[in-house]
């Protein structure tokens, strides 16, 4: 076996979570490993948010085009399009960022070691022949699609997010099991598309985690857009049929050339020496850490997916900053689940962040709630899209803004601004204070903000 090697800190997985804790370690002055046992940027980068927001942009577009048009006054007769060049621009997009993570790891002295690592305990961790040895690690090993007991994905027939993401072709037809953000994403593209959609959801409504109103307005714009949307639905199988799959369901079946899997992920947590390490984790095989990433084992730490929570990039990107700076004794930035702001990028768009109404009630606060309808944004008509609306949830007697839930046009870019005013504990009134830029969509917040208090101007 080669000799040991030593670092302050070793970070086992270079999704977004674990790049960006060793970059963070490396700033602070830590001598910081990467082990990666596939592709530097992970499930995000490579099979995750950014391929499939590249093809949703396509998607969007050439589905704007089409349907939109004539009501912009274009015209344009032959919109098509050449799905091996969406497909080869989605790559060169990935392969950009992925050349740009690598540099980065260069830029801050980062070593990477590729291979798949294990911890031994004491603060070494295994990598083929090598022996690592660090004071600190930080486990960031991610999450993979769960499988579903009888739907067996095959890569071809019955796939899974990982298979779609990276398709060089389109079926006529698809079902889609679940419908959390990634069932909700890929049936906006498929339908962009011009594919016929099914949506199999085993709960009451779409988007089940969102606040129940956001659920509605998108299930309206879903059977507007001719999704065929069955909700509470009971899946008991599915097998390969002549023509493409077969979903047995409680109450009949569903005939489809693809199938695409997407009931939430699972933790990769097994097989990597938690257990040699003295990591305890949750029932659900998620690494239990506290607010500042610390696991049950001295000298480890855990971020991203693997910890559970919500399975967000940007979540994990900020759990790793945490560790780094907690490792070396910074206790800035506790890690706070309310300030996790949610991007789902279906179209009509949808982001949130901190509580539901249904939440807030839950927690025993008395609640005033603000809305503003994009139909009556100056900016949303002149984008020619008028459906969906924010809502804005604070606190009766404090004015405290507690939760903010977008759903509409550009929703993702907007949910920034109510995500400040929650980090600064501001109150909703103060958001309607800010003099949003006209005509822009980030009116529709501060509208949203004085309507807390009944006072707002343009409804
Ligand atoms: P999810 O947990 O968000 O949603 C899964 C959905 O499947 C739920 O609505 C659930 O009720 C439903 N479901 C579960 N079992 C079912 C069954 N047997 N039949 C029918 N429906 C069933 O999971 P996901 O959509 O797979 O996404 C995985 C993770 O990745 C999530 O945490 C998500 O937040 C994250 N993600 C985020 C984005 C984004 O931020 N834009 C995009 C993709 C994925």
């Given at each position: 076996m080669a000799p040991t090697t030593e670092f302050d800190v070793a970070v086992l997985g270079g999704g977004t979570g674990g790049y960006t804790a060793a970059i963070r370690a490396a700033q602070l002055g830590q001598r910081t490993v990467v082990i990666e046992e596939?592709?530097?940027?992970?499930v995000c980068l490579h099979i995750g948010c950014i391929p499939t927001k590249a093809l949703l942009e396509s998607s969007g577009l050439y589905h704007k085009l089409r349907e939109r048009g004539a009501e912009l006054g274009l015209r344009a007769t032959e919109v098509g399009f050449d799905f091996e060049r969406i497909a080869s621009r989605r790559d060169a997009i990935v392969d950009r960022l992925w050349r740009g993570v690598q540099g980065l790891m260069r830029k801050h002295r980062i070593e990477v070691v590729q291979g798949r690592g294990c911890l031994l305990g004491d603060g070494r961790v295994q990598v083929a022949e090598r022996v690592l040895q660090a004071r600190a690690i930080i486990v960031a090993t991610g999450s993979s699609p769960r499988s579903l007991p009888g739907v067996e994905p095959d890569g071809e027939r019955i796939i899974t997010s990982d298979h779609a993401t990276l398709t060089r072709t389109l079926p006529a037809s698809i079902a889609i099991i679940g419908a959390g953000a990634v069932g909700v994403e890929f049936a906006t593209f498929y339908r962009q598309m011009g594919v016929r959609v099914t949506l199999l959801e085993a709960l009451e409504r779409l988007v089940p985690q969102e606040d129940a109103d956001v659920s509605g307005a998108l299930l309206r714009s879903f059977q507007q857009a001719g999704i065929d949307c069955r909700l509470s639905a009971r899946v008991l199988g599915a097998h390969r049929s002549e023509n493409g799959v077969t979903v047995e369901l409680e109450d009949g079946r569903v005939e489809a050339e693809q199938l695409l899997v997407a009931i939430g992920r699972a933790p990769n947590t097994r097989g990597i020496g938690l257990e040699a390490a003295g990591v305890e984790l949750d029932q659900r095989g998620f690494i239990r850490v506290d607010e500042w990433m610390?696991?049950?084992?001295?000298g480890v730490w855990a971020i991203g997916d693997a910890v559970g929570g919500f399975l967000l990039a940007h979540a994990a990107a900020h759990e790793g900053v945490t560790a780094a700076e907690d490792i070396v004794g910074r206790r800035v930035h506790p890690m706070e689940q309310e300030l996790v702001t949610r991007c789902t990028f279906s179209s009509p768009e949808i982001a949130s962040v901190g509580l539901t109404e249904t939440q807030a009630r839950e927690r025993g606060h008395e609640v005033k709630v603000g809305r503003f309808p994009f139909l009556a944004s100056g900016r949303a008509l002149i984008h020619g899209e008028t459906e969906g609306f924010v809502k804005l949830v604070a606190d009766a007697e404090s004015g405290q803004l507690l939760g903010a839930h977008v759903v509409g046009v550009q929703a993702t870019e907007l949910i920034a601004e109510p995500a400040l005013a929650r980090l600064f504990q501001g109150d909703a009134w103060e958001m309607g204070r800010n003099i949003h830029p006209h005509p822009t969509l980030s009116e529709a917040l501060g509208e949203a903000a004085l309507a807390v208090d009944g006072v707002a101007l343009n409804v």
């Open positions: 596939s592709r530097l940027g992970g610390r696991t049950s084992a001295p």
